[in-house]
């Protein structure tokens, strides 16, 4: 149970040893005003890391879906965590050489398996998962910044149960199990909302080894992980600019089916 004081920018909270008064807070700009302006719900005090958080809950009113004009399509992999049909590619080299660099130091730690090593290998884990956060934080604010400019509906992938489908060697497996691909698909969706954009999930099957431009399948169409080579048309383009072309023609194809008129 807690009160807020939003001018001096303090809390007071009733604890088990009576009530703590002006406890001062802090956070980004937006959580700040969100706080002060939105009407606030329940909240949670959680200790973490020898520090102490504040989770508040804020009703937002949620933004009128716009009329899309075409989709963003998006398509998430290992090589670049995500690249869309405009051709944008998102964190790629640097950030698997990050992971590679972290990889490594965790296996020095666990191999030392020492009582330092575990607690260095948890507070290091809990900074790569900030670090994964705030990485798909700033590709999904990217992705539908650019839908809502150019008034158009963001389509992904339909990821769920990609870790059991997908057939990869041992060092591939690793780096697939290290990125949070639910995570961003989850901060598309809610940013997509409180934007307005509408977002559709599509069937992800064969949208690598189809081409984009004429619709020939073939798995030689893609000779290697990078590139794309029709074998009918001949146009050569990147892989995942390919698929991600594909993925944005299955989301104008699949909101045009949900917003159909029913026929009898």
Not at 176 to 192: D, P, R, T, V
Not at 203 to 208: F, I, L, V
Request: glycine share 8%; net charge positive.
């Amino acid at each position: 149970m807690l009160s807020w004081q939003h001018n001096a920018r303090t809390v007071s909270i009733w604890t088990v040893t009576g009530r703590m008064k002006n406890v001062a807070y802090t956070g980004s700009p937006d959580q700040l005003k969100a706080v002060a302006t939105l009407p606030v719900g329940e909240s949670d005090l959680v200790h973490r890391d020898d520090m102490w958080f504040l989770y508040a809950t804020v009703e937002i009113h949620e933004a009128e879906l716009i009329d899309p004009d075409g989709f963003l399509g998006v398509d998430m992999g290992i090589a670049n965590i995500a690249y869309d049909s405009d051709g944008t590619r998102y964190a790629g080299t640097r950030l698997n050489g990050y992971r590679r660099r972290q990889l490594r130091l965790r296996k020095r730690l666990q191999a030392k398996d020492t009582k330092s090593a575990r607690r260095l290998l948890a507070r290091r884990r809990r900074k790569e998962a900030r670090h994964a956060a705030n990485v798909n934080h700033s590709i999904a604010k990217s992705i539908v910044t650019e839908a809502a400019r150019t008034g158009r509906g963001i389509a992904v992938e339909d990821l769920t149960g990609i870790r059991g489908r997908v057939r990869l060697r041992k060092p591939q497996r690793v780096t697939l199990s290290s990125w949070s691909f639910h995570q961003l698909g989850s901060f598309l969706a809610y940013k997509a909302r409180r934007a307005g954009v509408p977002l559709v999930e599509v069937d992800p099957r064969y949208t690598s080894q189809t081409c984009s431009r004429c619709g020939h399948r073939d798995k030689r169409n893609r000779p290697d992980q990078e590139t794309f080579h029709c074998r009918s048309c001949g146009v050569v383009v990147h892989a995942d600019h390919n698929a991600a072309l594909n993925i944005a023609q299955r989301g104008v194809e699949g909101w045009g089916a949900v917003n159909r008129p029913h026929a009898a």
